[in-house]
């Protein structure tokens, strides 16, 4: 008998199935970012099956100029599907009908304006493989402003809520989320659709993930965010304190984390400077010194209170710093 027929069975027949992820790609009139979003997606080099779904938020589905087809260099087999949103307008509902429409295993999220780089989905999917216990991982990322790369690396390490009630980590930004579905409906729950303006709806979905089980992240840049000039948010501060005082009541135990709470009292300070009310933005910006003083957020929102520098010089110079305010 020869050597080959009795060479033990090939890992190929006893390999679980790599498993199928959705990827959910809200999107709102930046078609040529779309298609560079969702050539990277379906050029992903993983085995196995990835299902793309776009979802267009206020405007009426219209086709992708990309192939679809399974090739050598990607693996399993690719589909696109288009949806519009149903739900909520914004962001927030956009992801929530991909997540309900979605038939893979594990669902992940991109935004129309990132893009993935080519091995980020199976380095992210042999993590979890790894800790059956974890229902969320993410990535480390490539910030682009302008003409500057920045690199910012996740935390080598499990994550909790105790570690983003301290700190937002940007690094876990939600083009990186790889989740279990499952877990996803039954423990984390769908996006809130009720956060004024959507504004922090990643942020505070991640809180409730790092609560339903911990999160992991693949410590290497797997993803490119853009980051532009003038985001959707920038100038909304009216929006963006709400949002933050919404975000609080939801989750009081802020106000056991000096530190975190510090952090959105900053935030909260730099946003009524923003608009204007440099009394409130002093108040709110002592309140977090005597939380923290260390919280570099708060000078910046007490410099802006003076008139000496202009909100948006402030943030153009966090921005190129890799860093957001």
Known sequence: MSESAVAPESPAATTKPAPTVSVVVPTRDRPELLRRAVTAILGQRYDGPIECVVVFDQSDPAEVDVTTATTATTGGDRTLRYL????????????????????????????????????????????LARHPETPLVSAGIIVSYGDRDIPRLAPDRPLGRADFLRDRIMEVHPSTVLVRRAVLLDRIG?????????????????????????????????????????????????????????LLEKHPDFRTEPVGIARIEAQLAFAHAGLGDMPSARRCAAR????????????????????????DTIVKLAHRAGRGI
Request: net charge negative; glycine share 8%; proline share 3%.
């Open 288 to 311: 977090a010194f005597r939380h923290n003083w260390r919280e570099q957020r708060l000078y910046a929102a007490l410099l802006a209170s003076t008139h000496l520098v202009k909100v």
């Open 190 to 246: 769908l996006v809130d659709e009720d956060i004024p303006g959507g504004y922090g709806e990643d942020y505070e979905f991640l809180l409730r993930a790092a609560d339903a089980g911990g999160i992991r992240a693949v410590h290497q840049p797997l993803v490119r965010v853009l980051w532009h000039a003038r985001s959707f948010f920038f100038d909304r501060w009216k929006m963006i304190i709400s949002a933050l005082d919404y």
């Open 84 to 127: 519009r949103n149903d739900r909520t307008p914004g962001l927030a509902g956009a992801r929530n009908t991909g997540i309900l429409a979605a038939t893979g295993e594990l669902v992940a999220f991109c935004d129309d304006d990132d893009e993935w780089l080519p091995g980020k989905l199976s380095a992210q999917v042999e993590l």
